[in-house]
Structure formats: structure tokens, C-alpha cells
């Protein structure tokens, strides 16, 4: 193996593994929710939750920045499968905080089993949250009748909520993983090659 190629390999091996664990981009119809009701787009910084992935009553913290003194803030959830949709819009509220005097909050909770929308629809108390990825918003509302998604952060995560680490990996990333796999068997034969050659009886 030459030099070029031994880069060559190196190069698409760095590359490959920095985006097989690179956060995949949110889904569309997130995107058409901070546009839907105004056309503005939220400019406040998304809110950062740990850890990123667990079952129902998973404990999770919640917290960013952004916000006025002494905000009230409505923290919700928006169901990122099947075009954002549970019942209608999968807007799961979270809870609710207030901003200290550097506008900065943190929520800590334990992740809700059931369906309960931030903007409110009758018959969701005994639906279940369904599995895959959430992400997140820190809303600037007093009551959650008043919320906006335009008005609030960018969206913050995913959290994916689910048992099997791997369920929710997007095509790409797995496309990408078969990338990684194969510049390391690459990589590999032509350093063994390499060694073959340089043991061969001349």
C-alpha cells in the first residue's frame, strides 16, 4: 500500500466515523412548526437534556439559556415520527420553570408514559408515548394555552425514548456506519499486504 492510499484510507476513516456519530438534522415537519404560525424562525438556543436516550421515568435534566430574569417557561417535547403527529400535533408537555436572574433554567423530571399535549385536545390522558425520537423547546408562556413554538427556542436533542439503542438510527448514519467498516478492512488488508511484502524472500 503507498503512501497516497495509506492517506487516502486515514482521511475516509476520520470522515466516516465523525458522521456516523454526528446528531442527524431534525425532520421537516419540526421545521414547519417554528414557521407555521408567523413565518418567524426561533433564534433563542435550543435547550440541552441528559442523557439522550431511555425508557419511560428515565430522570432527565433539562436546561439552557436565552430567556428574560424571571421568565415563566413551558418546557415541551414534539414527537419527531410519523410527520411529528400522535393525535394531530405530538406536542407532550414537559413541565414548567422560571428563568433565574441570568436567564438561565433547569428542569429535572422523569420522562411521562402517557400523552399530554402542551396546547391541550380531550381523550389523551391514557395514551401511551409512543417510541422514537423527541426534540425539544423552551417556550416563553405564562399558561400553555398561550405557547408558541415560533416565539420559543430552536429545537433542542433528540431524546429518543425506546429500549433498543440502535432502533432509531436514521438510513444515513447506517449507510455511514457500512462506510466506516469498510475503510477499517481496507485500511487493514493493505497494511497486511504491506508486511507481506516486506517479509517476502527476495
Not at 56 to 79: L, S
Not at 144 to 154: D, Y
Request: proline share 8%; with cysteine.
Amino acid at each position: 500500500m503507498t503512501v497516497s492510499w495509506k492517506v487516502i484510507s486515514l482521511v475516509t476513516l476520520m470522515t466516516a466515523s465523525q458522521l456516523a456519530f454526528s446528531p442527524s438534522p431534525p425532520p421537516r415537519c419540526i421545521e414547519s412548526l417554528l414557521a407555521g404560525e408567523s413565518g418567524a424562525r426561533a433564534d433563542m438556543s435550543a435547550p440541552e437534556i441528559a442523557p439522550s436516550r431511555g425508557r419511560v421515568g428515565t430522570a432527565v435534566t433539562i436546561k439552557g439559556g436565552g430567556f428574560p430574569p424571571g421568565a415563566h417557561i413551558v418546557i415541551a417535547a414534539v414527537y419527531a415520527e410519523r410527520e411529528c403527529s400522535i393525535e394531530g400535533l405530538g406536542d407532550q408537555f414537559l413541565g414548567s420553570t422560571r428563568a433565574d436572574g441570568r436567564g438561565t433554567y433547569t428542569l429535572m423530571m422523569a420522562w411521562p408514559a402517557t400523552f399530554d399535549p402542551v396546547l391541550g385536545r380531550n381523550q389523551t390522558a391514557t395514551k401511551r408515548l409512543p417510541q422514537g425520537r423527541y426534540y425539544l423547546f423552551a417556550l416563553p408562556c405564562s399558561e400553555r394555552a398561550a405557547c408558541s413554538f415560533a416565539s420559543g427556542t430552536r429545537p433542542g436533542g433528540p431524546f429518543v425514548l425506546g429500549s433498543s439503542p440502535g432502533a432509531w438510527a436514521t438510513p444515513v448514519a447506517g449507510v455511514v456506519s457500512g462506510v466506516f467498516v469498510l475503510s477499517v478492512v481496507v485500511l487493514v488488508a493493505g497494511l497486511v499486504r504491506q508486511r507481506q511484502l516486506k517479509q517476502a524472500p527476495r
